[in-house]
T-cell receptor, first 111, second 110 residues
Framework: DAKTTQPNSMESNEEEPVHLPCNHS???????IHWYRQLPSQGPEYVIH???SNVNNRMASLAIAEDRKSSTLILHRATLRDAAVYYC????????????FGPGTRLSVLP | DAEITQSPRHKITETGRQVTLACHQT?????MFWYRQDLGHGLRLIHY???????NKGEVSDGYSVSRSNTEDLPLTLESAASSQTSVYFC?????????FGQGTRLTVV
């Protein structure tokens, strides 16, 4: 499985945008890029996913580099509830989703 | 309704006992998964299933088994619980666009 590299931790101020980076230099042409987050004492929850084009949903935006070797999850206005561990995951298909989780990025949001 | 429900939420058991953790889903999606989460390791895949009577081993399957007799349930069994299996266990299902995770079962083996 292709691996991802994320910073261990990041900090943001409330109501400011947050850009969470992910490097995946060994990504294959069929790998989807998924982002999940895990709030304290909860299971992971879906944030967003994409293949080649940038994606937007109600929670976040996903910006994918043209060579697909990196991506950035964008939270447009961080709230205290966005404090969580964010996981960037590659999956060979969009169906099986037997994900390999790394340590993720722990995001702290300061009031 | 929660998409995935796990039970129990907390369990303490003794070394050597057989333990079964329940996982139930709504909407009859085929793909279901079990993960364990330990401090410093993130989530690791134990077993997964792509449909009734289908089971597959994940990264850390030793000491665990699953069965899939219907679409809704994927119980996880620890054949002989060991202290190394103290962990938080998450069940998940995938819909094709996203995965839904349960709230987790915290298992302590003493």
């Amino acid at each position: 499985d292709a691996k991802t590299t994320q910073p261990n931790s990041m900090e943001s101020n409330e109501e400011e945008p947050v850009h969470l980076p992910c490097n995946h230099s060994t990504i294959s042409g069929t790998d989807y890029i998924h982002w999940y987050r895990q709030l304290p004492s909860q299971g992971p929850e879906y944030v967003i996913h994409g293949l080649t084009s940038n994606v937007n949903n109600r929670m976040a935006s996903l910006a994918i580099a043209e060579d697909r070797k990196s991506s950035t999850l964008i939270l447009h206005r961080a709230t205290l509830r966005d404090a969580a561990v964010y996981y960037c995951i590659l999956s060979e298909d969009n169906y099986g989703q037997n994900f390999v989780f790394g340590p993720g990025t722990r995001l702290s949001v300061l009031p | 309704d929660a998409e995935i429900t796990q039970s129990p939420r907390h369990k303490i058991t003794e070394t050597g006992r057989q333990v079964t953790l329940a996982c139930h889903q709504t909407w009859n999606h085929n793909n279901m998964f079990w993960y364990r989460q330990d401090l410093g390791h993130g989530l690791r895949l134990i077993h997964y299933s792509y449909g009734v009577h289908d089971t597959n081993k994940g990264e850390v399957s030793d000491g665990y088994s699953v069965s899939r007799s219907n679409t809704e349930d994927l119980p996880l069994t620890l054949e002989s619980a060991a202290s190394s299996q103290t962990s938080v266990y998450f069940c998940a299902k995938a819909t094709g666009t996203e995965a839904f995770f349960g709230q987790g079962t915290r298992l302590t083996v003493v």
